[in-house]
């Protein structure tokens, strides 16, 4: 009879777990693209079937918390890829985000501390496995080549799925005119 697998975050006598992790990823997103909205609180991470990895809004409260795909549980790549994706949206959560702010989850997902040496082979398994979230990439890569700053952006509008198509072209005069609807628009408009 073989032992059931043990998650990747039981056992292992390290000060890393889901919670540290969040709340490490959270300071490097919110020292890379600006502050969180503080009317939210963030209160944990689960781990489960429920649908697909996202940021969940507790009730009619201000309280929301990141849920993971039950893959995530046995695979620390999958956990962080997916937790550093999510934390983005705890900046200012929204019930439905823009391509840019998809775009902006998806680079930090792959450029944050904890995910940055995996960078290459984890942006092939969003290319094959979730080939919107890779297209919003593409689209806010072409934002930053622009000269695109999320922290610029959010200073005049800190929700960054309500940036309007009048403040990217204040702020990001060369963005090519084309890809504004793109970046304003769901991600599975792409």
């Not at 959270?26 to 890379?32: G, M, W």
Request: aromatic share 8%; proline share 6%; net charge negative.
């Amino acid at each position: 009879m073989s032992m059931p697998q043990r998650s990747v975050f039981y056992g292992k006598g390290s000060e890393w777990t889901l919670t540290t992790y969040l709340g490490d990823l959270l300071e490097e997103a919110e020292r890379r693209f600006g502050p969180r909205l503080r009317q939210w609180t963030p209160i944990g991470v689960q781990i489960g079937d429920a649908g697909p990895p996202g940021v969940r809004f507790l009730g009619d409260t201000d309280k929301v918390f990141i849920r993971l795909s039950s893959g995530s549980e046995f695979d620390i790549d999958c956990a962080l890829l997916e937790l550093a994706h999510e934390v983005v949206h705890l900046l200012s959560p929204v019930h439905a985000a823009t391509c840019l702010e998809e775009g902006l989850a998806t680079h930090f997902s792959l450029t944050n501390r904890h995910t940055e040496k995996n960078a290459a082979e984890n942006r092939k398994r969003i290319r094959s496995d979730h080939p919107k979230y890779h297209s919003a990439l593409v689209v806010f890569e072409e934002f930053q080549q622009a000269g695109g700053d999320i922290r610029t952006l959010r200073h005049h509008e800190p929700v960054i799925s309500k940036i309007s198509a009048a403040l990217l072209r204040v702020c990001v005069p060369n963005l090519r005119p084309e890809f504004i609807p793109k970046l304003l628009g769901p991600i599975d408009a792409l």
